[in-house]
């Protein structure tokens, strides 16, 4: 069963364009929830992570993210980006049952143009 | 503080070979975790050690395995290959089990299987 879905597998965006990357969870328990980027021929880099606590999370290079557990939601939001945030962004939970596993979205790629 | 490091970046086998890759972690991190990304099936989990044992295991066949050496370096291997298992295999590394923690991702091993 499908835990992680990232609405979006593409989204382009103008440069100084706010942007916002949808990604929706499903789970009987209670989750951990996180937002890594991949550049181009590298690994993965954690953006921000959601635990507990207050539900708008801040991360590096200006993103953020709101957690809203009747939703089940965890959108990624940057109000303002550059052509260097060009990258793969996934979504990933884990599931308070499955302790160590990471389980990730299908990424969604997103593309700035000047 | 070196990153991870896997080795070797880039490998080519054929069909029917085995492989071995290896991830050394940061330094002091006793967790470490193996992913299978695919263009098709995105990133997967594949299994996590933690202090020289298995505790985690992904949906693959009995062709992949792993182990974690008393430095916390970790091999995984693949035996009988087929073609399907060409991919970008990405080792991560933490602190502790990365139930809440982060990941530290190396920059991966592409294998592709002639």
């Known amino acids: 069963a499908q835990s992680v879905t990232q609405l979006d597998s593409q989204v382009p965006v103008f440069e100084e364009a706010p942007v916002e990357l949808r990604c929706n969870y499903s789970?009987?328990?209670?989750?951990?929830l996180f937002w890594y980027v991949q550049y181009p021929n590298q690994g993965l880099q954690l953006l921000l992570k959601y635990l507990s606590g207050s539900t708008l999370v801040k991360g590096i290079n200006g993103f953020e993210a709101e957690f809203n557990k009747s939703q089940t939601s965890f959108h990624l939001r940057k109000p303002s980006v550059h052509i260097s945030d060009t990258a793969e962004y996934f979504c990933?939970?884990?599931?308070?049952?499955?302790?160590?596993?990471?389980?990730f979205g299908a990424g969604t790629q997103v593309v700035v143009t000047p | 503080k070196a990153g991870v490091t896997q080795t070797p970046r880039y490998l080519i086998k054929t069909r029917g070979q085995q492989v071995t890759l290896s991830c050394s972690p940061i330094?002091?991190?006793?967790?470490v975790s193996w992913y299978q990304q695919t263009p098709g099936q995105g990133l997967q989990f594949l299994f996590e050690?933690?202090?020289?044992?298995?505790?985690n295991k992904g949906n693959f066949p009995g062709r992949f395995s792993g182990r974690q050496f008393s430095n916390s370096r970790s091999e995984m291997n693949v035996s009988t290959l087929e073609l399907g298992d060409s991919a970008l295999y990405l080792c991560?590394?933490?602190?502790?089990?990365?139930?809440?923690?982060?990941?530290?991702f190396g920059e991966g091993s592409r294998l592709t299987v002639l």
């Open positions: 990933a939970v884990i599931l308070t049952d499955s302790w160590g596993k990471l389980q």
């Open positions: 050690y933690f202090s020289e044992t298995q505790r």
């Open positions: 789970s009987s328990v209670s989750v951990y």
């Open positions: 991560a590394s933490s602190l502790s089990p990365s139930a809440t923690g982060e990941l530290f």
């Open positions: 330094s002091g991190h006793r967790s």
